[in-house]
């Protein structure tokens, strides 16, 4: 079984807290650990591919990185709480 890093296992703490129906039924399905892994995995691809475009634009890698974060942590690790 693959590792998680700290996407993964951001994306876990908060889905516990925020999401706890998802992440039973996840749980229930067996699909818990695959779900965290392709969230950390398109992250890691967005982001990489967003800080590329953002030095080329001029930033610095520090700020490409930031700016990355922000656009895609919403998607795939901070999801909206469940209501």
Do not use: S
């Amino acid at each position: 079984m693959n590792t998680l890093t700290q996407y993964g296992l951001m994306a876990e703490k908060h889905w516990r807290e925020h999401r706890p129906k998802m992440v039973r039924e996840l749980e229930a399905n067996g699909q818990l650990q695959a779900m965290l892994l392709e969230a950390e995995r398109k992250t890691k691809d967005e982001m990489a591919e967003l800080r590329t475009r953002f030095i080329q634009q001029g930033l610095t890698p520090q700020q490409a990185h930031d700016r990355a974060w922000e656009m895609v942590r919403e998607e795939y690790i901070l999801l909206p709480p469940e209501f």
